[in-house]
């Protein structure tokens, strides 16, 4: 079994499978609950000031029957008071010393950090997180993503609180941001210990077309809120895939957004992160998905001969480019396995309207459109493929004309049966850049031709 | 529920059998629906002889556009009602799901066109949905009111045309009212639609055509076109001694009496069906599920020759009926008082009683569901109109137009008994031919 335990600025944690500041840990009742189900650690319900919620908090956007694609909540930082949270956090760290607790905090003035500082370190936190991130309500005080989105109070504020911290800082940021680069190297300048991200992003999740009102409806009225869930993972392993090449970020990070699986975990450490957090995925479906997350990673480790986790970490970083390093000369083609076909033909439709018209049906040669690059009509091949199971519906691909986009593989509803098959491309192996630097960048059709 | 609905008696023996495939929840119908994927081409139209847009439909339910869904289900069936709950799904549209072909459960086709139609007709009926256009003053007549002509005057009707439609019995609907299985489709369900087609202005007159009644030449003077809808006539007999006298009856008739008459409702006893099609095997259910003490299903072949469906024989054996293979009654046994009490068997050679091989089992209701006559009479009162060799009205496939160009024909008196879906096509296509040749 490969080992899954990581170091995360100083901080040792038995697996990277960290639960991200949220309701899941609100309380320590919840968090012991979530360790003995598995999980390496807990980023604790942001603590500061209480403050007051509103009902309902949260909406979401399903996909078909699959519920929760999105999530997004209005709900503000732990309304519990102080004094509780610190005698649970210094509960749970007596009762689990080997797992990680780390305090998220949100305050404003330099001393109510000091102060917020200082009781979270003395109830026994491994770490602190400060939230620059929240996107709804707090922001509208000044504090959460009103912080994340300005890089000077970045740096500030967390070089204040590294006057007071013993422990490792973390900066959570938000993703409601330009560039986050820029915030990833604030954070870093006020030397901060590590970053998580992605907070939750701005959003208006639905409207209730009934009372036209937005959800989640509070009354008569909402308000935007953070978004957050499977949904997002595609913005959050940007960003995080960002700042782990940006030759500034030297501190390590904290991958969060959509994570739901081992895979997904996989993912983030593979873009550069040393833990992951998780939130949507456990008020989906409970502490107990760590389960399949710690045994499939191990799993995957070991098939690829990974001792460790730290093995992965970044390995797939080399392999995320700017455009103009992409060679031109690759092509792929798709290829339609008649024996798994079931003849629903979806592919057709999607790529006669959405793609580059050279999917075909039946046995007869077609007619290629008007703007096609191929001469001449497209030929079916032949022998003509009967599939097993759809028989003559079995569409076929117009090679010549197809550009490789994937598109008919990912509409395809039977895993396996459309393939992209490398082929020998008319361009040759360059990049733009290397046109650019040979000064070949002039395409003819352009805008003075 | 219209008067016409609300005039069927209390206490008919249909009413005990509970709904198979009970309306879905709005839930069940979205979730049902996600799972269509959508298909290019789909099978399942061109698998419906109406070639509703089904997965369009399905879309449309999955978005939350009922009344959407249902238009686009009505465009093409204006029957899509009881089509949803009478067509055999499995061999038509659903038996072509894709899903099949990979092993999955193919989509719930009917149910759903029967969650779109129900949820947006309602109370209302298709005046939810249609208003029909102003007279135009074109007038047709439909002789006979089931669903061919149901579909050729509603079609009519919304293009502003005057239709009448001639029934001789007391409850219009035609084998929809009279002859469904009940689990699929009961009898107030059947009436309902047909006052739903009624709604858009479509008149019924109670007669009979023919001899002794309305006469063709009366309609043909009066009316721009005649539809022929007349169905099929009375149940055949096998000719075999014992057979006249009570307790052996015709399956249509009884299928009739067990639907629509309070008194056709006493227990059932030991039944033996006569017959392999379809309306064998639906008596032979409703027997069963009536609490029939025992049902036996007799047929000259064997189970592969058989014309009824493998998923409804499956569904009657399931329900405790026994089939009686490669035998055919040679006799009816009575006792000194005439009361059925048997039916003596012969075994079958290539259909054919073998000589020798009789035996006996006891019954005390035999109901014979081998085929049904002919309605030969009706051509006769229109000149010009044929017969083929099987005694069905010849028609032009496009058009629906029998030799004489005002009459047209359509359902089980034209392709010989098919199913509700096929006489709708027919009468909606002689409909839209009428209109586009109006248009002219």
Redesign the interface.
Known sequence: MADLSIDFAGIKSPNPFWLASAPPTNTGEQIMRAFDAGWGGAVWKTLGDPIMNVSSRFGAVDL??YKMMGLNNIELISDRPLEVNLKEIYEVKKRYPKHVVIASLMTETKDDWRVLIKRAEDAGADGLELNFGCPHGMCERGMGSSVGQEPKLITEITSWTKEFARTPVLVKLTPNTGDISEAGLAAVAGRADGLSLINTIKSIIGIDLDRMVVLPRVGDGSTNGGYCGPAVKPIAMHMVAALAREAGITVPISGIGGISNWRDAAEFIALGSTSVQVCTAVMHHGYRIVEDMIEGLSEFLDQRGMKSVNELRGAAIQSYKEWGELDLGYKIVARIDDQTC?????C??ACNDGAHQCIF?GDEEKQRPPHAHAHGPAKPPRPFPVGL??GA?VPWIDEPECVGCNLCQLVC??PGCISMVEVAGENPHETWNDRTRDGRTKLPGGIHD | MGTLASSLAEGRAEERLPDKKPLLTRAEAHAEAERCLYCTDAPCIQACPTTIDIPTFIKKIASGNVRGSARTILEQNLLGYSCSRVCPVEELCAGSCVYEGWGREPIQIGRLQRFATEQALGEQGLRALYTPKPRNGRKVACIGAGPASLAFAGTLALEGVEAVLFEKRAVPGGLNATGIAPYKLPAKEAVREVEWVLELGVRIEHAHVGEGGKRGAELLADYDAVFVGVGLGEDSRLGVPGEDGPGVVGAVDWIEQMKLDPKANGPLGRVVVVGGGNTAIDVARECAQLGATEVAMVYRRGRDAMSGYAHELEGARKEGVRLVEQATPVAFLRDPAGKLVGVRLARTEGGKPVAGSEYEIPCDLAVLAIGQAKLRAIAAEFPGVELDARGCVVVDEATRRTKNPKVFAGGDCVNGGTEVVNAVAEGRDAARFLIAEWSK
């Open positions: 078909g029957t079931i003849g629903c033909q979806v057709v439709t049906t199971i759809a519906r509803p039977v």
